[in-house]
């Protein structure tokens, strides 16, 4: 049996602000922006030269999914954003103005930050060690 993860929806404001931030502050890729009602969109992205897991921004419908933007996993780390050159892409990152939580640090797994994005959801940020 093979099985893998395909997506994660994260659940935003606005579909708009979203994609321009993603796209614009982080260099993902929209792969997809298909209108599926007058209120819904299907909009999917993805990390630059990723083959692998994707996004789907998906805009908040009621009051429970409004509370929970930038909340999805009560404060913790929610997402983990691998690079094969931190400091090439962190650099990126501060020129973008993206919020960091913490200073770089080196970690047994391999370099890492934390960053919010836009509603406050907690990344992980890494270079994983190269192993021999």
């Not at 997506?7 to 890729?29: C, P």
């Not at 047994?108 to 192993?131: C, H, M, S």
């Amino acid at each position: 049996m093979q099985q893998y993860l395909a997506g994660i929806s994260l659940v935003v404001n606005d579909y708009d602000e979203a994609i321009d931030f993603y796209t614009r502050k982080l260099s993902f890729t929209l792969l997809e922006d298909t209108r599926m009602s007058d209120t819904k969109r299907w909009v999917v992205i993805a990390p630059p030269g990723s083959t692998g897991c994707t996004l789907l921004l998906a805009k908040a419908a009621n009051d429970a999914q409004k509370a929970a933007v930038g909340n999805q996993t009560g404060g913790r780390v929610f997402l983990f954003l691998h690079t094969d050159n931190f400091d090439r892409d962190y650099n990126q990152m501060q020129q973008a103005g993206i919020e960091f939580m913490e200073s770089p640090r080196q970690e047994a797994y391999g370099k890492v930050v934390v960053f919010a994005d836009l509603y406050g959801n907690r990344w992980d940020f890494i270079e994983p060690q190269k192993t021999l």
